[in-house]
């Protein structure tokens, strides 16, 4: 299946939005401050407010330390699942991540297809037919993920 950038095949007002918020812990019974290894664990719900029924497939995490130290993750879905939301679904997932420092921060995007019904297909054949361009059965966009904070409590006091 042909994979394309939704943006140059949707118009602005047609492209999924999609609303990714995440809420932290630190795990102190999994710490050991005095090996600089504190252990964080976030809570992510993903929304689809759009009429597109759309499939995570992939993630992008970049993970800074309070030194400023960046570390870049990247893989296929989230915790071993590559889940399709139809329109008005979430989808919830918790992870975690260990820092060397007491504070830090992760942000990043996940890949994201649109999954086109029958009658998004025609529409969409009809209108690459007037263009002459090919059917798009892959349509990617990125689905950011906004900076959040993880921190021991006593840290941001």
């Given at each position: 299946m042909p994979m394309m950038d939704a943006s140059q095949v949707l118009p602005a007002h047609l492209m999924p939005e999609?609303?990714?918020k995440v809420k932290t812990q630190y795990i102190q019974n999994q710490s050991l401050p005095d090996e600089d290894k504190?252990?964080?664990?976030y809570h992510v719900d993903i929304?689809?407010?759009s009429?597109?029924?759309?499939q995570l497939l992939t993630r992008n995490w970049l993970i800074t330390d309070g030194n400023g130290k960046m570390q870049e993750v990247q893989g296929d879905g989230v915790v071993g699942n590559t889940p399709i939301l139809t329109p008005g679904e979430s989808f919830q997932y918790s992870s975690g991540a260990v820092?060397?420092?007491q504070v830090g921060s992760m942000s990043g995007h996940y890949g994201m297809r649109v999954i086109l019904t029958a009658?998004?297909?025609?529409?969409?054949?009809?209108?690459?037919?007037a263009e002459g361009t090919a059917e798009q059965s892959g349509l990617m966009f990125k689905a950011d993920i906004p900076v959040f904070t993880l921190a021991i409590p006593s840290a941001l006091n």
């Open positions: 999609i609303i990714v504190y252990v964080f664990a929304y689809n407010p009429h597109h029924t759309v820092l060397n420092t009658e998004d297909k025609a529409e969409n054949e009809a209108e690459n037919e």
